[in-house]
């Protein structure tokens, strides 16, 4: 499924976010302010737009990692690397339940809107904080559901009717991968249940920022 849609993934995330991902992303850099002495990983990076933001951030001088289980996002990733002069972004086919890395490696280990594609959530987790350094910091940036209304229905009602038959409509992928996301937001653990989830991982404080009325969400980890 991913495989499918990965040379229209990123146009359609531009489209149906109406480019509010992008205002994510430099939220989630601005809010973790990576420093320039450790490396950065990124899991389930897709095709690595927060991987780069990060590299952008710490002026190339931080390796950057982008680690993903589809061979075709990171084709997708590898391209647009070859297109930016400055970048060394390492793309790295792993599965984040399983991460090929030393414990204790990286100063800042990242999953956005990905960490609820991974079969066993917690054990992603762990992975994630086994391969952080001590004092470093785990982040998740995934999909909510709105707290508030009226902003919780409309949301839902376009989340639910409109952006499924918009993006299948325009990506023309025969798994349903618009369908799948949904689904797949809301049955992920969201705000406190996920915080618990982290420190259950290993991690010693958790929290969460809410984003753009809770459309996203951004958390927090430190090990």
Known sequence: MFGEIAPSYDRMNHILSMNVDR?????TVRTLKPHTRQPILDCCSGTGDLAFAFESATGFEVPVV???????MLAVGEQKRLKRSRSQVAFVEADTQDLPFNDNQFQIVSAAF???????????LREMTRVCCGG??????????PRMQPIKGL???YFKNVLPKVGQALARNSSSAYNYLPESVGEFPAYEKLVERMLAAGLSTARFIPLTFGIATLYVGVK
């Open 66 to 72: 982008a680690a993903d289980f589809c061979h075709e």
């Open 155 to 157: 949301y839902s009602w």
């Open 114 to 124: 990905g960490l609820r594609n991974v079969a066993d959530t917690d054990l992603g």
């Open 136 to 145: 470093g910091q785990v982040a998740i940036l995934e999909f909510s559901t």
């Open 23 to 27: 205002y994510w992303r430099r939220r």
